[in-house]
Nanobody, 119 residues
Framework: QVLLVESGGGLVQAGGSLRLSCAAS????????VAWFRQAPGKEREFVAAISWSGGTTFYADSVKGRFTISRDNAKNAAYLQMNSLKPEDTAVYYC????????????WGQGTQVTVSS
């Protein structure tokens, strides 16, 4: 069982930056792949980025590649999403998720944190 709590969302102007944090509690967080998803009003939830258990492999949606960076600190049971060059279309609720097997989907989800980018 893993409990995830996101923080760091807020209101930022286009071109600005935010850093989201995902604090995890529970056993063996370091064995989980962690991902960030987002859901904008009226749209389906979409994948943003993921990081392997070791942090050695990362994955990004094309829409955020080169602007967002996912990282993790297993010693602190935390994961992060650094978001730079933000655009109004990045506005969404951002969710942290964790899984032992990404082929089976993500088992654990946080409550989400709102990111609003003004033009």
């Amino acid at each position: 069982q893993v409990l995830l709590v996101e923080s760091g969302g807020g209101l930022v102007q286009a071109g600005g930056s935010l850093r989201l944090s995902c604090a995890a509690s529970g056993r063996a967080f370091s064995t989980y792949r962690v991902a960030w998803f987002r859901q904008a009003p009226g749209k389906e939830r979409e994948f943003v980025a993921a990081i392997s258990w070791s942090g050695g492999t990362t994955f990004y949606a094309d829409s955020v590649k080169g602007r967002f960076t996912i990282s993790r600190d297993n010693a602190k049971n935390a994961a992060y999403l650094q978001m730079n060059s933000l655009k109004p279309e990045d506005t969404a609720v951002y969710y942290c998720a964790a899984t032992l097997d990404p082929d089976l989907g993500y088992d654990y989800w946080g409550q989400g944190t709102q990111v609003t980018v003004s033009s």
